[in-house]
C-alpha cells in the first residue's frame, strides 16, 4: 500500500470538505472555482489509480454540498443532475460521436445550445398553474425548500398564464445580473459589511436568506431551462420546442439560445458567445448543448450523475491561484511609483501570465500583498490582468508587509509620498533614467521653451543616444550632431539648431514651468513669477521658507511642498547653473497683483484646431484670466474657430463677433504671455 498515496487523499478529502462547507453552508468560499476543480481532479485520478482507498464519504461519491439544516428538505422526485464538462473543441467533437454511435444516426444532430449560467439551479413546483414548492438542488437528490424565498423573487411568475398542466415542475437558474451585482456590492460596502466574491455566490446568498424580505430586496433573476416531474402534459418533441411552452406559460427562458446543427454548429456558436461574453449583462462560465429531440435524450439516458445527452463546454477558468514570488517597484515617465506583483505564471483567461500591477501602495496596504502570498488572479476577456486577492489562510510563516521604498531603484532620489495622495513619485526628475525623456520633451513643448520641431521621436532619439541627460545638454548639441539622427538632412539639422538656440531667451514664467516641477502648470508659473519677479528669490522662499510661497494666489501647502522638494535636490540646481552657463536668459516680470491680462474677456471654442488639443487651448486661456465659455453670446470676446466648426461659428457671425483662427489665437496668447 502507497502510504503517500492515502495521506494524500486524506489531505485531499479535508480540504475539499472544507471547501465545501464555506461554499454551500458559508456563502464564502476561499478559492476559484478551478482550483477547486483541481483538487477533485487530483482526489479522483489518485482514487481510480488505488480503488482500494474509495470510501462512500469520499467527497467523489456524491454531487455536491448537503442541504443546510436552517431549511426545510426537499427529495427531489426527479434527481436534479449535473452537466457532464468539456474544455476543448476535441471533447465537443467526442460527445458528439459517442451520442451519435449510441444512436446509430449518421446525419448531424441537432442541438440546443445555451448560455451556462453562473448561479444556483432551482426547481419550482406548479400545481394548476400555481407555485407551491421551490426548491435548491442541495445534493441532486435532496435539496432545501426555499418557496418563500422563489415567490419574493419579482422576476419569477406566482402562477403560469393560458392552459397550464395539472403539474408541471420546471428547472432553471437563479442568477444576479452584473450590474445588481455591483449594486448590491456597492451598498455592502456603504454599510460596512463585505462584499460579495461574484455574483454567483451573492445570488446563493440571497435566495438562501431566513428572511423572504431580504431575498426580495435583491436583483434576482432567474431562466428556466428543464423539466422535471409532470402531470397532464406530453411534451412536444423538440427542447427548443419546451422551452417555447414554458415561455409562453410566462416564464424566463434565456434569450441567447439557439438551435444548432451538428459539432460546427456547437462550435460556431461557442465561439460567439465567448465573443459576447464580456457585453452580456450577467455571468456565464460556458455554454451548454442538450440533444433537441426528447426522445433520443431518453435513449441516451445517464451515467452516473450526468446525462449523456447534454455537455457544457466550459470558458477558460477566469481566476486561478498562484503564488507572490516578488513585489518590485517601477519608475513611470512622470516619476510614479508603482508596485508590480511577480507571479508564478499561470494560465488564466487564455493567457499566461507572470505579473501584475498592484497600482499604488495604498491598494498594496488594502489588499495586505505580501511576498510567498497565495492569490486569486483574475484575467475577464481582454481586461488586464488583477489581483484579486491573497488567501490570508495559506499565508507562510515570516512574511512582512509591504514597506514603499525610500529611494527610486533607478536613480535613487527619495521617494515622497504626499499625505492624502494614492501614488508615491520619485523626486529625481531630470536625473531620474526613467523620467528623463519625459521631463525633456516637457522642457521643449511650445507653453514650455518652445522649441519647434523637436518632438518625441527626437527626444526619445537623443536620449537613447546618451548625449542629452538633462535640457541643459540641449544647448551643447552641434548641427553635426543633429544630422546624425535619424531622417535628419542638413537643412532640418540646421532648422532645429536654430530653434533651440531661440529658445535660450525665454521667460521667468515659461522656465519655470518648463522646468517640470509638480503641480507647476502654466497658470502657477505666471502667478509665482508674477509674485516673485525674479528667479533666485523664489527658489529661497521655496527652500527656507514655505510658507512665503503659499501667500501666492492658489498656491497651497501641496504646491509648496513639491516646490520645496524640487528646489532642495541639489541636481535641479546644478540644472538652473548649467542652463544660466549654457546662455539661456529668462526676462524678469514686473512683480504685480494686477489682474492677469484676459482677465474678463470670454472665448469660445468651436471645430478642431490644427496641432492645439481644446484641452490645450482652454488651459492657455485660462492661464491668462480668460473665461471659456460653451456658447456664443453678445458679451463673447472672440469666437476661436478650427476645422468643422459647428453652429456657434454663425452664431458669431450673426452677432459680429471677431473669429479667430489658431493662429490667430497663439499671436493673442503670446502677446500676453510675453
Ligand atoms: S442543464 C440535466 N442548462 O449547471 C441537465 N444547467 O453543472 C442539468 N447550469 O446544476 C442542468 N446553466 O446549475 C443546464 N443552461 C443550463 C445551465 C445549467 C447553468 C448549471 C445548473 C446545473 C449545473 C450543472
Not at 514651468?513 to 529661497?540: C, K, N, S, W
Request: proline content about 6%; hydrophobic content about 40%; aromatic content about 6%.
Amino acid at each position: 500500500m502507497n502510504t503517500d498515496a492515502r495521506r494524500r487523499v486524506e489531505a485531499l478529502r479535508a480540504e475539499i470538505t472544507r471547501h465545501d462547507y464555506r461554499y454551500y453552508v458559508l456563502d464564502d468560499p476561499e478559492i476559484p472555482d478551478a482550483e477547486y476543480d483541481r483538487l477533485m481532479a487530483e482526489l479522483k485520478a489518485l482514487e481510480s489509480a488505488h480503488p482500494q482507498l474509495i470510501t462512500s464519504d469520499s467527497p467523489t461519491q456524491r454531487v455536491a454540498g448537503a442541504p443546510s439544516a436552517a431549511f426545510g428538505e426537499v427529495v427531489h422526485a426527479v434527481p436534479m443532475l449535473s452537466l457532464e464538462n468539456g474544455f476543448t473543441d476535441e471533447d465537443v467533437a467526442a460527445f458528439d460521436r459517442r451520442a451519435r454511435e449510441r444512436l446509430g444516426v449518421t446525419e448531424p444532430l441537432w442541438y440546443w445550445a445555451e448560455p451556462k449560467l453562473d448561479g444556483l439551479a432551482m426547481t419550482a413546483i406548479f400545481r394548476n398553474g400555481r407555485l407551491v414548492q421551490a426548491a435548491t438542488r442541495g445534493d441532486g437528490v435532496r435539496g432545501e425548500d426555499v418557496t418563500a424565498n422563489l415567490r419574493a423573487i419579482r422576476a419569477f411568475p406566482l402562477s403560469l398564464s393560458g392552459d397550464a398542466p395539472r403539474l408541471l415542475e420546471v428547472r432553471g437558474e437563479v442568477f444576479i445580473p452584473l450590474d445588481g451585482f455591483e449594486r448590491m456590492n456597492r451598498e455592502a460596502l456603504a454599510r460596512g459589511e463585505k462584499a460579495f466574491v461574484n455574483p454567483r455566490n451573492a445570488a446563493a446568498g440571497s435566495l438562501r436568506q431566513l428572511d423572504p424580505a431580504v431575498t426580495a430586496s435583491r436583483p434576482l433573476r432567474v431562466y428556466c431551462y428543464g423539466l422535471g416531474s409532470l402531470e397532464g402534459w406530453e411534451p412536444p418533441p423538440l427542447q427548443s420546442e419546451v422551452l417555447g411552452a414554458l415561455k409562453a406559460w410566462g416564464l424566463p427562458i434565456c434569450p441567447h439560445a439557439a438551435r444548432v446543427r451538428g459539432v460546427e454548429g456547437c462550435i460556431d456558436y461557442y465561439r460567439a458567445m465567448a465573443e459576447r461574453r464580456a457585453r452580456l449583462t450577467y455571468q456565464i462560465d460556458g455554454v451548454v448543448f442538450k440533444v433537441e429531440r426528447l426522445e433520443y435524450q431518453s435513449r441516451l439516458g445517464f451515467i452516473s450523475r450526468a446525462p449523456r445527452w447534454a455537455l457544457a463546454r466550459k470558458f477558460p477558468a477566469e481566476e486561478v491561484l498562484t503564488r507572490v514570488e516578488a513585489i518590485e517597484w517601477q519608475v513611470g515617465r512622470t516619476g510614479a511609483v508603482t508596485p508590480v506583483a511577480r507571479l508564478t505564471p499561470k494560465f488564466v483567461g487564455g493567457v499566461t501570465v507572470s505579473n501584475v500591477t498592484l497600482h499604488n501602495f495604498d491598494e498594496v496596504r488594502r489588499k495586505d500583498v505580501r511576498v510567498g502570498d497565495t492569490a486569486v488572479i483574475r484575467r475577464a476577456g481582454d481586461v488586464i490582468p488583477e489581483l484579486v486577492r491573497v488567501l490570508p489562510e495559506r499565508r507562510p510563516e515570516g512574511t512582512v508587509p509591504v514597506k514603499l521604498p525610500e529611494r527610486c531603484p533607478i536613480c535613487g532620489s527619495e521617494v515622497i509620498k504626499p499625505e492624502g495622495e494614492a501614488v508615491a513619485r520619485c523626486t529625481g526628475g531630470f536625473s531620474c533614467a526613467a523620467q528623463r525623456q519625459e521631463a525633456i520633451r516637457h522642457f521643449a513643448s511650445r507653453l514650455a521653451m518652445d522649441i519647434e520641431g523637436l518632438g518625441e521621436k527626437l527626444v526619445e532619439q537623443l536620449v537613447a543616444a546618451g548625449g542629452v541627460r538633462s535640457p541643459a545638454d540641449l544647448y551643447t548639441l552641434t548641427v553635426e550632431q543633429l544630422q546624425t539622427l535619424e531622417r535628419m538632412g542638413e537643412k532640418s539639422a540646421a532648422n532645429l539648431h536654430r530653434a533651440i538656440e531661440r529658445s535660450k531667451h525665454t521667460t521667468l514664467p515659461r522656465l519655470l514651468y518648463a522646468l517640470g516641477i509638480r503641480e507647476v502648470g502654466e497658470a502657477t508659473a505666471l502667478a509665482l513669477a508674477r509674485h516673485f519677479g525674479e528667479l533666485e528669490p523664489l527658489i529661497e522662499a521655496a527652500r527656507s521658507h514655505p510658507e512665503r510661497v503659499e501667500e501666492v494666489a492658489d498656491v497651497g501647502p501641496v504646491v509648496a511642498a513639491h516646490l520645496h522638494a524640487f528646489f532642495i535636490a541639489p541636481a535641479h540646481r546644478e540644472l538652473i547653473d548649467a542652463l544660466r552657463a549654457s546662455g539661456v536668459t529668462w526676462e524678469p516680470l514686473a512683480v504685480s497683483a494686477a489682474a492677469l491680462p484676459l482677465e474678463g474677456q470670454t472665448f469660445v471654442l468651436t471645430g478642431t484646431l490644427p496641432s492645439m488639443t481644446r484641452q490645450e487651448a482652454q488651459a492657455a486661456l485660462s492661464a491668462l484670466g480668460a473665461k471659456v465659455a460653451a456658447s456664443v453670446s453678445r458679451k463673447t470676446r472672440y469666437v476661436i474657430a478650427g476645422a468643422d466648426p459647428g453652429s456657434k461659428l454663425e452664431k458669431a457671425h450673426a452677432l459680429g463677433i471677431p473669429v479667430l483662427d489658431e493662429a490667430g489665437l497663439r499671436k493673442l496668447l503670446d502677446a500676453h504671455r510675453r
